[in-house]
């Protein structure tokens, strides 16, 4: 078996470990435990080596560019998208698609395949198109998230100036932020992982390692999919990577680009799974809202954890789907039948669920009909 579909298995192994140890996690507050080590331990240090081990280079500098405007686009577009699905706007599983969906999480999903198909170089390419996805989810997702829990949250009114303070101070205090600041600051001063002192480094080193298993463990103990609710993500999950698809074949066309693993790369990236950072947004959202019922919670947990169980393993099939097609998807006109095809796929759901409505309705009319 290929390396990379045998690290595809292993991560999808650990979510099923986590599936099966749902029988000696009984309650709520065990499963909250591993959370917390994740967004206050795990989380933290693997972003702060992240960023100690950025290397700006300025001829890749629109890399970037290139994916903070994909994120935008998808987080314009998908307001547009959910109530084709039935997700209804102003509803908890709306903000959470609607925060989710434009994320990206290359590191799991994208980075093993590109270095085993596409080699070293295009794996830097990745590395540094992935700082702009970072800007988008830990910067402009977290701000968008806590604007929507101080709007929807607050019982009076308030000036918009006024919802700033509470949320400077949850920027300040949340631990991922914290290690933000403390490694833009190192690396304004040119420190790396290298120079900080030893001890500081591989307890660091530590912690970052045990941020993958955690999370995908997580994923596994809290997930509950529900079989409505399984189809309706799935549909979207579809329809995010046809617009993705759209979006860059018609770069591809614009821009002409000839090079075949360009468009790989660009393919696989955009490709990549929902990330997890939203979801520690979410999260943190969350433990602020214990004493909230279910349905007046800014996001829904469980929909976010569904969204994240569904889209590791269908982003891995299509990026290795991606890298497998060779020249195929070099020729533009390919790259938007497989849009087409992914757009249909996702399209099947909600078409199916119209047509029921439609001759349940019509069942129903005799039976009105008679008794007039």
Sequence with gaps: MDISLQKTVVFLFFIL??????VKFQSKDEISGIKKIILNLALPATIFIALLGV????????????????????????????????????????RTAKLLMPSLAPGLSCFPFVLEFLGKDYLA?????????????LVFLYLIAMNWHYTLQSKKTKAKFSKLKPMLKAMVTEPVNLFIIAALFLLGFGFTMDTLPFFLSETLKKLSLIMTPLVLLFIGLAVKIKRKQFFQIFSL???????????VGLFVSISEIQVT???LLLLSFGLSACSFWPYAHIAAVDSNENEIPEKKKTFHNNYAITILALSFPLSTLLILGVLNSGSFLASTPNIFVLAGLLFGTGIIFPLFNTINKRLLEQKLKPSVTENI
């Design 237 to 247: 999950l579809c329809l995010r990577a046809g617009l993705v698809v759209l979006i």
């Design 17 to 22: 470990i986590g599936v099966l140890l749902k």
């Design 55 to 94: 290397k700006i280079e300025l001829q890749l500098l629109l890399l970037p560019l290139l994916a903070l405007g994909l994120n935008l686009l998808l987080f314009i577009v998908m307001p547009f998208l959910l109530p084709i699905l039935g997700i209804l706007k102003n509803t908890s599983e709306f």
């Design 125 to 137: 390419k990745a590395a540094m198109a992935d700082l702009g996805n970072k800007v988008f989810v």
């Design 261 to 263: 693993n360009e468009i």
